[in-house]
């Protein structure tokens, strides 16, 4: 479990990386500026939920089963090629929210599946807390691209 939940801190590390680098950019009118600032806040604050929950015995939190990293490891891959091309001086800021959008709802997914598989009802609810975050999120992704893009 320790090395999945890491996975999903690295994922939110890099999310939060994500939208502080578009935030600090020149072609991001001021208003985004201040929305993808607050994702990342979250974004970092959902990584220190994550460390928290991995204080949980090994063994005591899952159903009998092993949660499958795959999918976790694909959105990483994901996540930090994206944070590469926002890096890029020509980077496109539309084509930058849009996979944001689509990183969150992916995210929101694995959060949601991931609240199924933990017997401790602490964790279920920060995995259902979170998936409603991700929701949160692409929402506002959704809203900014349509009002600043």
């Not at 500026?33 to 090994?58: C, S, V």
């Not at 609240?115 to 979170?130: H, P, Q, R, V, Y």
């Amino acid at each position: 479990m320790k090395k999945y939940l890491l996975l999903c801190v690295e994922i939110e590390e890099t999310v939060a990386r994500i939208y502080r680098q578009l935030s600090s950019s020149s072609k991001v009118p001021g208003e985004l500026k201040l929305i993808l600032a607050n994702l990342a806040n979250d974004e970092d604050d959902h990584a220190m939920q994550l460390r928290f929950a991995m204080r949980f015995p090994a063994g005591t939190a899952l159903v009998d089963k092993r949660i499958d990293r795959a999918p976790a490891e694909e959105l990483l891959i994901r996540a930090k090629k994206l944070y590469n091309q926002t890096c890029q001086s020509n980077f496109d800021t539309r084509r930058a929210i849009e996979m944001g959008i689509e990183l969150e709802q992916d995210f929101c997914q694995t959060h949601i599946g991931n609240s199924m598989d933990f017997t401790d009802n602490k964790l279920k609810k920060m995995f259902a807390a979170l998936a409603q975050d991700d929701k949160s999120h692409k929402q506002k992704l959704i809203d900014a691209k349509n009002r600043f893009l």
